[in-house]
């Protein structure tokens, strides 16, 4: 069972991270996280002593590790599927929220650091690009396709999947994202019946 205490915790890491994928990281501070999350401003510094870059990292963490979720329960039935799961998470994202939000990966990432330093929450991002390139290539790898090309076509479908849900958002249209998964299925399935 959740104490009462972790469900709190919980629910301003998913608020924090949803902030992050519809402003940006730079754009929030912890009072509009915590307000967004429905906490007290005082419980969100309770369990983020260190202030908003541990949120920003958690919260990055947690999103990361949804989609990594995702992935790995949905490559289960072939990287083919793994693809299709990917971009319908995408498509709910962009879609469900009126493109109003795209990744909170992607967010904290493209945002500039501190001059001289590489802040945890850039590095939960790395980690998080790089957990899901290493699912889709050892999928793509376990359905026959050579081992350098399976992580080229991996980090490929990351990039485009991202740099598509900033153009949807842009855009204001799914198209982008439905194009660019029409044409990395195809690269796909090529890949692994080679």
């Known amino acids: 069972m959740v104490q009462p205490s972790q469900d709190v915790r919980g629910r301003i ?3 924090a991270a949803d902030m992050i994928r519809r402003r940006g990281l730079n754009a929030t501070t912890v009072r509009t996280l915590a307000k967004h999350a429905d906490a ?11 202030g908003k ?73 790395a980690e ?3 957990a899901w390139e290493s699912l889709l290539a050892d999928s793509l790898r376990e359905h026959g396709a050579d081992a350098q090309q399976a992580e080229q076509i991996a980090t490929l479908v990351v990039a485009a999947v991202e740099g598509t849900v900033a153009l949807c958002r842009a855009k204001r249209s799914i198209e982008p994202l439905d194009r660019t998964a029409e044409q990395l299925q195809a690269l796909v399935a090529a890949a692994i019946d080679h």
């Open 13 to 15: 890491v998913a608020g």
């Open 128 to 130: 998080a690009f790089s």
């Open 53 to 125: 870059q541990q949120l920003a990292t958690e919260a990055v963490r947690f999103a990361g590790d949804m989609v990594s979720r995702t992935l790995r329960r949905e490559l289960a039935a072939g990287p083919v599927a793994g693809l299709r799961a990917f971009f319908a998470l995408w498509r709910e994202t962009v879609l469900g929220t009126d493109f109003r939000a795209g990744c909170p990966v992607l967010a904290v990432a493209i945002e500039e650091p501190p001059e001289g330093e590489t802040p945890a929450v850039l590095t939960a991002a």
């Open 40 to 50: 007290p401003l005082g419980s969100t510094y309770h369990y983020f002593p260190d």
